[in-house]
């Protein structure tokens, strides 16, 4: 994935530790960064039917505010960087944001959320799902103290011979081929033609070979731990700046009720993780 243009998504409450990572991406891509500062409106105080309470106007008056600061502040670091930009802002309610935010990451290559993002605990489910889920491109989720990059030189690839793993390894085939060093990771693989075929890992090894990408397939063992914590402990072992995952194996609220690999992996990732669905 060649990205020329960048979504940010930034909240009204965080600092500006996501923005200027985003810069640094972008500077280096040569893309354009898209910011989008995002507040949800609280949602009315009283019963069906009741007039709203004037704190609640209130309330939303000041957020409405901090979104306006919060737009200039970004334009105003911005405009002393050396790269193509744009800012827009969001102030939406909580059943609509999904939509809006999957109607702007569909007209940029990448879209990305930091940590200071991933720490609104009210923000951050709903806007992953509406950049996974309403948009076809993937995301790259940075987690706090963690630049952003789309030059690694160690990438993680977790592969379960599924459509969703797929998708991810086209996705950031540019930065598969330009690593240099590819782990595909499987995790307690089950040789069968139709799981992940006789020599597990050989298959995904020939294709990503053919596109130029040094690769190794490292077999790993559950152990009795979940699928996320031996990717994750595995990426810090070897050293990986980039994490490659297909979002959902599972049934989308399958994985909302009882987690899954996607939601613990969104939640605790080590490194910089790209996923798509």
């Known amino acids: 994935m060649r990205a020329k243009t960048v979504l940010s998504i930034i909240g009204i409450n965080q600092d500006n530790e996501d923005l200027r990572s985003a810069i640094e991406l972008c500077r280096a891509a040569g893309a354009h960064l898209s910011v989008l500062v995002t507040a949800l409106a609280i949602a009315p105080v009283g019963g069906y039917g009741e007039i709203s309470s004037s704190a609640w106007a209130e309330e939303r008056e000041r957020e409405l505010q901090k979104l306006g600061q919060q737009a200039e502040t970004a334009k105003n670091l911005l405009q002393s960087s050396d790269i193509s930009f744009d800012v827009d802002s969001l102030f939406t309610e909580y059943g609509w944001i999904e939509n809006e935010i999957g109607e702007r990451a569909r007209y940029a290559d990448l879209t990305l959320v ?38 690694p030189r160690v990438v993680l690839v977790a592969w379960d011979s599924r459509n969703e793993a797929s998708h991810a390894v086209r996705a950031a085939m540019e930065q598969l081929t330009t ?25 995904i090894a020939a294709f990503l070979a053919r596109h130029g990408v040094h690769i190794s397939v490292d077999i790993l063992a559950g152990g009795g731990r979940t699928t996320a914590d031996v990717l994750r402990q595995h990426a810090v072992d070897i050293g990986a700046e980039l994490i490659v995952l297909g979002a959902y194996g599972h049934s989308r609220m399958r994985e909302r009720i009882f987690g899954g690999t996607t939601r613990s992996m969104l939640e605790a990732t080590p490194v910089p993780l790209m996923m798509t669905r």
């Not at 995790?187 to 069968?192: E, N």
Request: proline share 8%.
């Open 114 to 151: 930091g940590g200071g993002l991933l720490a609104q605990d009210d923000m951050r489910w709903r806007i992953l799902n509406g950049a996974l889920f309403h948009s076809p491109a993937p995301i790259l989720v940075v987690p706090k103290g963690r630049l952003a990059s789309l030059q």
């Open 179 to 203: 690593a240099k060093n590819v782990h595909v990771a499987i995790v307690d693989p089950h040789a069968s033609t139709r799981g992940n075929g006789e020599e597990p890992g050989a298959d």
